[in-house]
């Protein structure tokens, strides 16, 4: 039988009941494959590699080694997320990295989207490698791999996610997650005791804040996107919106316009909104946000964010503009 294929009669886990028993099975078949040796996983916090960290800290404890690299392109809070979830409350072997000077050194000065997305994924893989190296006795890799990224192998996940690895890699992988649907990872997730903000998280592009600290990064204006997306973040969950926007989040151009704060020339930054909602990713519609919540927005964003003066909305569906900026 091809292991990469779903067996056509296994039913679509989403009841508690049908996730426990998953779970009760791939506890089993993990320590089965794995034994008394050592597995390898890099933990970013998004949905896939952190219910593959659950269930494997499930089955073998801690010999499993999470490795959390920070590149500094993370939304506001999430690596300390990382941490406080797995190594604090479920005492995971977890190795976190904070590589975020060797990242944005590298990046200073590139403004090319596909150049920054090539370093990003590049340096993930050498601190990635460099940390492994330093490690003795691993013998498996853990992928947070799931069906659909191997329906669409050349989708994507595959040519765009940082954590490819080196191909002279030589570990044997545990996959546990591959034959589940999104939807079935989540139920899963919610099973092992993640909370819902890890578990229902939004897609987050794997080079993350980079995609949308447009052009070249600076330091200053990635501190600006960091903080105005937090706002958005904070008041569409306080506002009913977290729920039922797909994908929201700020983009900051680098460029520069004239405002007036405190009576002086203050020139800034502009925040543009993007707020879409799709199935599939492949074509998306624009969410409406009420204009008491946009004015809102935009007064806490520039009140309370240096370096930004205005705040825009993106009104474009896809097509024609992508949901990132790039
Ligand atoms: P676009 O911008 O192409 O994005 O309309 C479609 C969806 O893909 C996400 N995206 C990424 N996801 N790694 C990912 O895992 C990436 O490099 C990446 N780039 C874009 C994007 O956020 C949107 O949900």
């Known amino acids: 039988m091809d292991s990469n294929k779903r067996p056509e009669n296994m039913a679509r886990i989403n009841t508690k009941e049908l996730a426990d028993a998953f779970i009760s099975e791939q506890v089993a078949a993990i320590k089965e494959?794995?034994?008394?040796?050592k597995v390898l996983l890099a933990l970013s916090g998004g949905v896939d590699s952190s219910v593959v960290?659950?269930?494997?800290?499930?089955?073998?404890?801690?010999?499993?080694?999470?490795?959390?690299?920070?590149?500094?392109?993370?939304?506001?809070?999430?690596?300390?997320q990382v941490i406080e979830v797995f190594k604090n409350q479920m005492d995971a072997n977890l190795i976190y990295i904070d590589a975020t000077d060797r990242f944005l050194d590298l990046l200073a000065g590139v403004s090319e989207p596909e150049k920054k997305r090539k370093i990003i994924g590049g340096e993930f893989i050498k601190v990635f490698d460099e940390e492994a190296s330093k490690l003795e006795g691993i013998?498996?890799?853990?992928?947070?791999?799931?069906?659909?990224?191997?329906?669409?192998?050349?989708?994507?996940?595959?040519?765009?996610?940082?954590?490819?690895?080196?191909?002279?890699?030589?570990?044997e992988l545990v996959e546990p997650v591959k034959l589940l649907?999104?939807?079935?990872?989540?139920?899963?997730?919610?099973?092992?005791?993640?909370?819902?903000?890890?578990?229902?998280?939004?897609?987050?592009?794997g080079p993350g804040l980079g995609v949308r600290c447009?052009?070249?990064?600076?330091r200053d204006r990635l501190h600006a996107l960091r903080e105005a997306d937090a706002i958005l973040r904070e008041e569409f969950d306080k506002n009913g919106l977290a729920g039922k926007v797909w994908q929201y989040f700020i983009a900051v151009p680098d460029m520069k316009s004239v405002g007036v704060k405190d009576g002086k020339r203050y020139e800034g930054w502009p925040a543009i909104i993007r707020a879409?909602?799709?199935?599939?990713?492949?074509?998306?519609?624009?969410?409406?946000?009420?204009?008491s919540l946009l004015h809102r927005i935009t007064?806490?964003?520039?009140?309370?964010?240096?370096?930004?003066?205005?705040?825009?909305?993106?009104?474009?569906?896809?097509?024609?503009?992508?949901?990132?900026?790039?």
């Open 299 to 326: 007064d806490r964003i520039t009140h309370e964010v240096d370096g930004i003066n205005r705040v825009l909305l993106d009104l474009t569906p896809k097509p024609i503009g992508t949901i990132e900026w790039e």
């Open 139 to 171: 013998s498996f890799l853990a992928q947070g791999t799931i069906y659909p990224d191997i329906l669409e192998s050349d989708g994507v996940k595959a040519h765009h996610n940082v954590g490819g690895l080196p191909e002279d890699m030589q570990f």
């Open 33 to 37: 494959q794995v034994g008394d040796k």
């Open 53 to 80: 960290a659950a269930l494997l800290i499930k089955a073998i404890g801690k010999q499993l080694v999470c490795v959390h690299v920070n590149h500094g392109l993370m939304r506001k809070g999430e690596s300390e």
């Open 181 to 205: 649907f999104k939807d079935e990872v989540r139920v899963v997730g919610s099973a092992l005791g993640l909370p819902d903000s890890m578990v229902y998280r939004q897609p987050f592009p």
């Open 214 to 218: 447009l052009g070249a990064i600076t």
């Open 276 to 291: 879409v909602n799709t199935t599939d990713a492949m074509s998306a519609t624009i969410e409406e946000i009420p204009y």
